[in-house]
Every structure is written in structure tokens, then in C-alpha cells.
Nanobody, 116 residues
């Protein structure tokens, strides 16, 4: 079955960095684009970044451009989100998703808290 397992979150001070990972299984990872989303308390889930199946097309939300980098390692079935210059407003639960995979699959998410 399809599984998406996010990891790498934690508590970090403003200006710090974190690297999130999402390990995917149960589908042909190399055939699908992948996305990172986040959801802050009391807010809608928002799209953070997208990467195409081969990695050649990448898009970011305006709020994270220049600070976050999405990448993928197809042999490892893993997508990453490198987050630098973190701000308190980046605090949220972060999820990965395969948007064009039939069905609606989400992992448990990983909590990122940016606070001094």
C-alpha cells in the first residue's frame, strides 16, 4: 500500500535550518511529481513546493522562495525539503504528497516549530 513517511522536523531558532525527508513506498516513485505542504494551527493547508518526477520542474510558494529547496533522490524513493533562514511564520506541520497519484495519500506529517 502507499505510504508517505515524513521526518526531520523539530524546534529551531529563527534563522536556523532544517532538512525534511519524505520516504515513499507502494507506488512507482519515479513516475510522479511530489509536493510539500504545510498546515499551521487554525489555517488551511498550503502548498510549499513542487518537484516533477524527473526533478526538472520545481516551483515554490512566494513565501519560501530563496529560503527553501526541494529535491528528490529517485533511487531512494525520497523527497527532501531543505529549509534555511527559518521564520516563526514557518511554524507548521509539514506533509508530503504525490498530487497526481490516484487516491489521496498523506503521511502523519512532521512538526516544525520556529521559536526563540
Amino acid at each position: 500500500q502507499v505510504q508517505l513517511v515524513e521526518s526531520g522536523g523539530g524546534l529551531v531558532q529563527p534563522g536556523g535550518s532544517l532538512r525534511l525527508s519524505c520516504a515513499a513506498s507502494g507506488f512507482t516513485f519515479t513516475s510522479y511529481g511530489m509536493r510539500w505542504y504545510r498546515q499551521a494551527p487554525g489555517k488551511e493547508r498550503e502548498l510549499v513546493a513542487h518537484i516533477s518526477s524527473g526533478g526538472g520542474i520545481i516551483r515554490y510558494a512566494d513565501s519560501v522562495k530563496g529560503r527553501f529547496t526541494i529535491s528528490r533522490d529517485n533511487p531512494k524513493n525520497t523527497v527532501y525539503l531543505q529549509m534555511n533562514s527559518l521564520k516563526p511564520e514557518d511554524t507548521a506541520v509539514y506533509y508530503c504528497n504525490a498530487p497526481f497519484l490516484p487516491g489521496d495519500y498523506w503521511g502523519q506529517g512532521t512538526q516544525v516549530t520556529v521559536s526563540s
